[in-house]
């Protein structure tokens, strides 16, 4: 069974890094052909694709992210973190991890993490 969980602060201060973690559990992220993504959802807003590591290493970056996202994985560990630098109040939203084959859709995604909260606050 394909799991995916979400951990990292709840909490972090404008100006700094945001860095969270998905620990993927029932297949390993070097599994072909699967993206593995991040999306985020601010309050009162809809979805927002991030980024995605995918099976091989490869990483794509929304481009009005990338030039202060970074998306990396341990695959001894099964798990892929996300970076969001120099973070504002206006990054303030539930996080999600998810799986998908290389589409940037919530309906492309098949297994979701539940998701966490991350507040950008001083």
């Known amino acids: 069974q394909v799991q995916l969980q979400e951990s990292g602060p709840g909490l972090v201060k404008p100006s700094q890094t945001l860095a969270l973690s998905c620990t993927v559990s029932?297949?390993?992220?070097?599994?072909?052909?699967?993206?593995w993504s991040w999306i985020r959802q601010p309050p009162g807003t809809g979805m927002e694709w991030m980024g995605a590591?995918?099976?091989?290493?490869?990483?794509y970056y929304s481009p009005s992210l990338k030039n202060h996202t970074s998306i990396s994985r341990d695959t001894s560990k099964n798990h892929f973190s996300l970076q969001l630098r120099s973070v504002t109040p206006e990054d303030t939203a539930v996080y999600y991890c998810?799986?998908?084959?290389?589409?940037?859709?919530?309906?492309?995604?098949?297994?979701w993490g539940r998701g966490t909260l991350v507040t950008v606050s001083s």
């Open positions: 029932g297949v390993p992220l070097t599994t072909s052909y699967y993206v």
């Open positions: 998810a799986r998908g084959l290389g589409g940037r859709a919530d309906d492309d995604m098949d297994y």
């Open positions: 590591i995918a099976y091989d290493g490869s990483t």
